[in-house]
């Protein structure tokens, strides 16, 4: 419902040629890995998938430090950047050093393909056999 608003605006900021309202598509994974950055400015959340799948991508991310999920899917500065809730100063921050530093964009998109092997299904599955071995 916020479609034409946010259209008005990208179109105010001439930002057509870098934004797009592509609405939705099986194939979201797509522009997504072409991505600069991905960044999760929620105030909560539970385990993101978004940005598991992103990481795993190696789309360098940047998620604010909120309760549940972000902590334990990135390593600050290492597999991306965690900022503090409520703080978009911080966010912003966090965000252009990714767009202008290639080379901490290389390292985050590097360190967040690990997840892929953290989590991957095998690992999981042997995780959860060795816990219900336990009880």
């Known amino acids: 419902n916020l479609r034409e608003d946010l259209q008005k605006r990208i179109d105010d900021y001439s930002l057509t040629d870098r934004i797009s309202l592509p609405g939705a598509t099986p194939e979201a994974y797509k522009p997504v890995s072409m991505a600069s950055v991905f960044v999760l400015s929620s105030d909560y959340e539970g385990m993101p998938n978004a940005l598991m799948e992103t990481m795993a991508m190696g789309v360098p991310c940047v998620s604010t430090n909120c309760d549940m999920g972000p902590d334990e899917l990135i390593e600050n500065g290492k597999s991306g950047i965690l900022t503090a809730t409520g703080n978009s100063h911080e966010l912003a921050q966090a965000i252009l050093s990714v767009v202008n530093d290639k080379k901490l964009a290389e390292t985050l998109s590097q360190g967040g393909r690990k997840l892929l092997e ?16 336990t009880v």
Do not use: M
Not at 118 to 133: A, C, F, G, M, P
């Open 118 to 133: 953290t989590n991957s299904i095998e690992n999981i599955s042997q995780r959860w056999l060795d816990y219900l071995k």
